[in-house]
């Protein structure tokens, strides 16, 4: 920043404002926005935190719980709606939606939590959350999609840095809260519904795709931006294992707060710098190219005999109707049609991996505060649980995303097969939960939470890959709609009903009955023994679907998956060979030596044309 202001020393004003819109409609800064609005769209991951304060409030059993949880997954996942918004409408259309949804959907919880309104039917909580949670789409197809689609040969790095930032937002969310309000969670749903509706707004018109320019450095930008979120996390870390030990009062709270805030906030030092880097070289281009003046004599008319009009024919060819070639859908790679896509084999194999991983780990997540309570583990130690799911979260994501780039770029290593050992690895941590080994919950969270952040830069990318990005709006929200289905199917039907199951049978052994809007509580490792045995089979199933995927895959990632885009890219900087540049933006100088058409050529054989270029007046 500081060689930024040492460049407008021979400009002025007009340089700071030429410097300033450059910025502003810049890539790196979309990046930023980006990081920002995500950063804080992640309030799904935090259900565990004030999911007590639904149950008590409103007197649900578990089932009850469980039931509003797996709408809450359904709306965060069920993105088609979003996608499809996207594909015909401009992003700040889709983040605009997203926010109002965000602010209306967790407002009305809240309200209804804190007895504001009158107690609603479950029904009713169950389209609040819906609304709420869907917002999260809305923000992942608008922020999200547009950064792969600006930056498509980075998109490992790009997906797992931006869902890292997602997957990072619970910590974050979790640390401004006890800035804002203190310990009470009721107040949380609050900060969760006006926070991240406030930044969608303040961004709107600066994500916006732009124009694919391949630049030399750009991978090294993303691991700039990397190395300050790996930054946080680690800050965020200290802040939850000195939190479980000592007693913050809230002064301190607002101290690390702004500590945060500021790392959050310091890709911005990245951006600047290498925006103003752009802005010089395109200044200096210009500076170049009016150094040439270009004259050219026009050809004199020729009269030339005049012409039959070639007959019009007509075609008799029908348009293709999009359903037409479902079951003919074009080699891996290329952009499939939607239709294409839902039918096609490599997708249901994903679908289903989909279901038994990441169903199987958002149960995991949803249940963490009622398993910890179960298990005898202190009220300070299951928020501990929820921050480290937050922060593994985001190392999962950003490692799942840069290993796999590197991986795939030196050692054509398929990123199926990287899926499928993050399904294996979910396994261990479902165990740990299953037989309740004393304080293995702490490292049960940490693998949860990895795995389950892993799973998704894994199968977005590859979606992007094998399906194509003309129609990346919309597939990548059909991969996610599995994750609501496992979590009803793990969640609802096997967790919730087997704690509720479990709790009766407790409270039938020391001769109690369950009164009238008692809620049902189970103590001991039985409470969710059988339902994560069942959890790890279905990952398992999972991970021995995806090694299908791997053998099917094989061939398509042993080549080169990106020269497409190197081309296009290419391209790009052919047409804007002979381009000048002027505070407007690129205006696009005519050829050097006019050519005529050549039935004029031919006409005019005695025609002469003579261009004169003089440099610097000589």
């Known amino acids: 920043m500081v060689a930024a202001a040492a460049g407008f020393s021979g400009g002025g004003l007009r340089d700071m404002r030429s410097f300033a819109l450059h910025t502003i409609t810049g890539r790196w800064l979309m990046v930023f926005a980006s990081i920002l609005i995500l950063s804080v769209s992640g309030a799904t991951y935090m259900f565990g935190l004030y999911s007590n304060d639904i149950k008590t409030s409103l007197g649900y059993d578990q089932s009850t719980l469980n039931l509003i949880s797996f709408f809450k997954d359904l709306g965060a996942n069920f993105g088609v709606i979003s996608g499809l918004i996207n594909q015909v409408t401009p992003p700040w259309i889709v983040l605009s939606a997203g926010a109002v949804m965000n602010f209306f959907g967790y407002f009305m919880i809240w309200l209804a939590v804190t007895g504001r309104i009158a107690k609603p039917q479950v029904w009713q909580m169950c389209l609040y959350i819906s609304i709420g949670a869907n917002s999260q789409s809305f923000a992942n197809t608008g922020a999200l999609v547009t950064s792969v689609i600006n930056f498509p040969e980075s998109r490992g790095c790009v997906i797992g840095l931006l869902k890292g930032f997602v997957g990072l937002s619970g910590a974050i969310i979790a640390q401004l809260y006890r800035a804002f309000y203190g310990d009470d969670t009721k107040d949380l749903i609050l900060l969760i519904a006006w926070l991240p509706a406030a930044i969608s707004f303040a961004f709107l018109r600066t994500v916006r795709i732009i124009k694919i320019v391949r630049q030399a450095n750009e991978l090294k930008i993303f691991y700039k931006m990397l190395y300050i979120s790996l930054g946080l996390a680690g800050f965020l870390m200290i802040l939850i294992i000195l939190q479980n030990r000592f007693t913050f009062n809230r002064f301190e709270y607002i101290s690390s707060t702004t500590l945060v805030i500021i790392l959050l906030l310091l890709p911005i030092a990245i951006v600047i710098p290498e925006e103003f880097t752009l802005w010089k070289a395109k200044k200096q281009a210009l500076n170049d190219l009016s150094q040439f003046k270009v004259v050219s004599e026009e050809p004199p008319?020729?009269?030339?005999?005049?012409?039959?009009?070639?007959?019009?024919?007509?075609?008799?060819?029908?348009?293709?109707?999009?359903?037409?070639?479902?079951?003919?859908?074009?080699?891996?790679?290329?952009?499939?049609?939607?239709?294409?896509?839902?039918?096609?084999?490599?997708?249901?194999?994903?679908?289903?991996?989909?279901?038994?991983?990441?169903?199987?780990?958002?149960?995991?997540?949803?249940?963490?505060?009622?398993?910890?309570?179960?298990?005898?583990?202190?009220?300070?130690?299951?928020?501990?649980?929820?921050?480290?799911?937050?922060?593994?979260?985001?190392?999962?994501?950003?490692?799942?995303?840069?290993?796999?780039?590197?991986?795939?770029?030196?050692?054509?290593?398929p990123r199926p097969l990287l899926l499928t050992f993050v399904l294996l690895l979910s396994c261990v941590g479902h165990l740990l939960i299953a037989f309740g080994v004393p304080n293995s919950l702490y490292l049960a969270s940490v693998?949860?939470?990895?795995?389950?952040?892993?799973?998704?830069?894994?199968?977005?990318?590859?979606?992007?890959?094998?399906?194509?990005?003309?129609?990346?709006?919309?597939?990548?929200?059909?991969?996610?709609?599995?994750?609501?289905?496992?979590?009803?199917?793990?969640?609802?039907?096997?967790?919730?009903?087997?704690?509720?199951?479990?709790?009766?049978?407790?409270?039938?052994?020391?001769?109690?009955?369950?009164?009238?809007?008692?809620?049902?509580?189970?103590?001991?490792?039985?409470?969710?023994?059988?339902?994560?045995?069942?959890?790890?089979?279905?990952?398992?199933?999972?991970?021995?679907?995806?090694?299908?995927?791997?053998?099917?895959?094989?061939?398509?990632?042993?080549?080169?998956?990106?020269?497409?885009?190197?081309?296009?890219?290419?391209?790009?900087?052919?047409?804007?060979?002979?381009?000048?540049?002027?505070?407007?933006?690129?205006?696009?100088?005519?050829?050097?030596?006019?050519?005529?058409?050549?039935?004029?050529?031919?006409?005019?054989?005695?025609t002469a044309t003579a261009t004169t270029t003089t440099l610097n007046g000589h």
């Open 301 to 413: 008319a020729v009269e030339l005999p005049p012409q039959t009009p070639p007959p019009v024919t007509v075609s008799s060819e029908k348009p293709v109707a999009c359903t037409e070639n479902i079951f003919k859908p074009p080699d891996r790679g290329e952009d499939y049609t939607i239709f294409q896509a839902l039918f096609s084999i490599d997708m249901l194999i994903l679908f289903i991996s989909i279901t038994c991983g990441v169903g199987g780990t958002l149960t995991a997540i949803d249940n963490l505060g009622q398993i910890g309570t179960s298990l005898g583990y202190p009220t300070r130690s299951i928020t501990t649980f929820v921050s480290l799911v937050s922060i593994w979260n985001y190392l999962g994501r950003v490692v799942s995303g840069f290993t796999s780039e590197f991986l795939l770029t030196k050692y054509k290593i």
């Open 447 to 606: 693998i949860i939470g990895f795995c389950f952040g892993a799973q998704w830069p894994l199968i977005f990318a590859i979606i992007s890959e094998i399906f194509g990005l003309k129609y990346y709006s919309t597939l990548h929200t059909l991969g996610g709609v599995a994750s609501p289905l496992g979590s009803y199917l793990l969640n609802v039907v096997v967790a919730g009903k087997l704690y509720d199951k479990e709790a009766l049978k407790q409270m039938e052994t020391l001769g109690r009955t369950r009164g009238a809007g008692e809620d049902l509580t189970c103590s001991g490792v039985h409470c969710y023994k059988m339902a994560f045995l069942i959890i790890t089979a279905a990952a398992m199933f999972g991970c021995l679907v995806s090694i299908v995927l791997v053998i099917r895959t094989k061939k398509f990632y042993q080549g080169d998956i990106y020269k497409k885009f190197r081309d296009q890219a290419k391209a790009a900087e052919t047409d804007m060979t002979g381009s000048t540049f002027n505070e407007t933006g690129v205006v696009q100088l005519k050829d050097i030596e006019p050519k005529p058409p050549a039935d004029v050529a031919a006409a005019a054989t005695t």
